[in-house]
């Protein structure tokens, strides 16, 4: 675009033009810059409508939701696995054992004859069949009785309270209070459901602070516990960390819950993502291993300076280095390919995948230091499977409005899923704690390497 000519001294109709297309070259500027706005947010939101369970962490159900674009169908036949059971994954069948309780059923009524089938005789077992069964749930009544005794000097010794039977007149037994930790925490039953469910199943009727009163008291007998959970993972040669949103506390707030992982511990801590939040915590201050963890900023912070490297497998030196070769001009294509936009970096939006290729490029030792140790782990999936139930619990209860009970709920939880790493019964656990001598899992033999 070429500038007009000058105008022509004491040329009024000139002068008129002259503003007339300085007025046009603004409303001009204007619009491009509205178009290149627009264009942005019409990017944004193809990415957003194009987003599905099938490219993104969208759950199926989302594919109906209006306007959303289904996931293409994959071909049948395509990966080469069957459908059902996997070979090599573990399985239940039913087989024939040794029965609980026996019943026999004699025939009754009268023969072709005439005569009646309850004189005849007993000719043994003609067939048989075992079912797996469970007994109806019912609560009862249980009356502890302290007996006293008198010994032949005189003194009377009376019997102690058993375990799992608090001070109280009346109360609720442990296998009741266990049950209710285990819906609350384990199965994310809303409050209200859970007194439904056990009034449904068992016939007794509970309050809501009972329940809440449950986790309380739990959360209380495993505090141990969970800080010696904390200490293991501390202590670990490897773990990982994550974190999720959660809504808890007032209405409007919500909090981040961090994440601790190890393959055989997990630990739990609601808070922010700021550096105070994960010193709080209080496993990275004194962490000596090696973080295996997202990219997210607080994880690579100078402040941990016990930390031993991040994102750590096996990959033997001849395959290695070819490996680690083509990685490095993979990042470098990419981002010939994926150009910066401009602007400051932690407020300018990128193209996806800009972040993660300078990422790569960045800190390339933390994402290949799996190929040179064997006993670290590639992925962070670990901490992403510790995670997952909280979103499930937060789409099934909603809010948890006190902040005290959000802790307890994430140290029962942590304590639940060490337990069963450990190879123990949830319930068998859960009335341990509820007879205040909680199962802990023993010490290592030997250190870490």
Request: charged share 20%; glycine share 8%; aromatic share 6%.
């Amino acid at each position: 675009m070429t500038d007009p000519p000058p105008p022509a001294p004491g040329c009024e109709a000139c002068a008129a033009r002259d503003a007339v297309i300085a007025e046009q070259a603004g409303a001009i500027a204007e619009l491009r810059s509205d178009l290149t706005a627009l264009a942005g947010e019409v990017a944004a939101l193809r990415r957003r409508a194009g987003r599905n369970s099938g490219n993104s962490s969208m759950p199926p159900s989302a594919g109906d939701l209006p306007g959303r674009q289904a996931p293409a169908r994959r071909p049948r036949g395509g990966t080469g696995r069957k459908r059902g059971k996997q070979k090599g994954a573990p399985g239940s069948s039913m087989s024939w054992a040794e029965p609980g309780e026996v019943i026999g059923h004699r025939p009754c009524g009268a023969c072709e004859c005439g005569a009646d089938l309850a004189a005849a005789a007993d000719l043994g077992v003609a067939r048989s069949y075992q079912q797996l069964e469970v007994p109806v749930p019912a609560a009862r009544r249980v009356q502890h009785d302290l007996l006293q005794v008198r010994c032949e000097c005189g003194k009377v010794h009376a019997a102690p309270r058993p375990a799992g039977v608090p001070d109280a007149a009346v109360s609720i037994g442990p296998n009741l209070r266990a049950l209710a930790v285990y819906l609350v925490v384990f199965q994310h039953v809303p409050i209200e459901r859970c007194q439904r469910l056990i009034a449904d199943v068992t016939g007794a009727e509970v309050s809501a602070g009972f329940v809440h009163s449950c986790l309380a008291s739990a959360a209380d007998v495993i505090s141990d516990v969970v800080q010696l959970i904390r200490t293991l993972i501390t202590a670990a040669h490897v773990a990982g960390f994550d974190e999720t949103t959660l809504r808890a506390g007032p209405a409007g707030t919500k909090k981040y819950v961090l994440g601790a992982f190890t393959e055989r511990y997990p630990a739990f801590f609601p808070g922010t993502r700021s550096l105070k939040s994960f010193r709080d915590f209080g496993i990275l201050p004194d962490f000596a291993g090696v973080v295996v963890s997202d990219r997210y900023q607080n994880y690579f912070h100078p402040g941990w300076e016990h930390v031993a490297g991040h994102q750590a497998c096996l990959a033997p030196e001849p395959i290695r280095e070819p490996l680690a070769r083509e990685f490095r001009h993979a990042v470098l294509a990419g981002l010939s390919d994926v150009p910066r936009i401009p602007g400051p970096k932690h407020t300018t939006c990128q193209h996806p995948g800009r972040d993660l290729l300078e990422f790569c490029r960045e800190r390339q030792a933390e994402v290949l230091r799996f190929t040179r140790d064997t006993a670290i782990w590639p992925t962070n999936n670990i901490s992403e499977r510790g995670v997952r139930p909280l979103k499930t619990q937060q789409k099934i209860s909603g809010r948890l409005t006190s902040e005290d009970t959000t802790q307890d709920r994430l140290d029962i939880r942590g304590y639940i899923d060490t337990a069963r790493k450990h190879g123990q019964d949830i319930m068998t656990v859960l009335r341990t704690i509820m007879t205040g001598v909680p199962w802990s899992p023993q010490l290592p033999a030997t250190a870490p390497p």
